[in-house]
């Protein structure tokens, strides 16, 4: 599988904003979090998301997506969501799935380093603060939880 990871995507200051935005007490009082099943069947595992851009409506996080999209300069922006995989007590590794059925552009930027991270077939790109990793995912791929107590966190992007 096709994939591009790229470290220190944003300036630390950039990054900060950011991380800080998705983890302020602010972010707790007015952000949605939704509890969802992994794709997994046979576990009990879940995580939690919260919806920055969809169907054309924005968050109150979205305006702090500014230096990301402007790097990522998409013609047409899908979704951005906000991920949160609780910690376990061993990484799980989740089914691999599609974000959508056809091909488009996607990003995932990792707001913390943890032992957990993606899997593309058998490759493992572990999550580290400020990482992005460019791909199409309208390809397999999939996720793991992490041990580490914060939990794994990081946003989703799909574009054209």
């Known amino acids: 599988m096709d994939f591009h990871i790229i470290d220190n995507f944003l300036t630390q200051e950039q990054f900060d904003n950011i991380k ?13 979090w939704f ?3 992994v794709v997994n069947k046979e576990d009990d595992n879940y995580y939690f998301s919260h919806q920055i851009f969809y169907e054309y409506q924005p968050s109150v996080l ?6 990301l999209l402007s790097k990522l300069n998409p013609k047409c922006v899908k979704r951005i969501k906000l991920n949160y995989y609780p910690a376990t007590e061993k990484v799980f590794k989740h089914d691999s799935h599609k ?10 930027f990792s707001l913390n380093t943890c032992d957990g ?5 058998d490759q493992h790109v572990q999550s580290i603060e400020n990482r992005i990793i ?3 995912p309208g390809k397999d791929h999939g996720s793991t939880t992490t041990t580490k107590k914060e939990g794994r966190c ?6 054209f």
């Not at 991270?117 to 077939?121: A, H, N, S």
């Open 20 to 32: 800080q935005a998705c983890f302020s007490k602010d972010c707790e009082d007015n952000v949605n």
């Open 35 to 37: 509890r969802n099943r």
């Open 62 to 67: 979205f305006p702090f997506m500014e230096p």
């Open 99 to 108: 974000d959508y059925p056809f091909p488009h552009k996607g990003a995932i």
């Open 117 to 121: 991270g993606t899997y593309f077939g």
């Open 134 to 136: 460019l791909f199409d």
């Open 154 to 159: 990081n946003i989703n992007i799909n574009y």
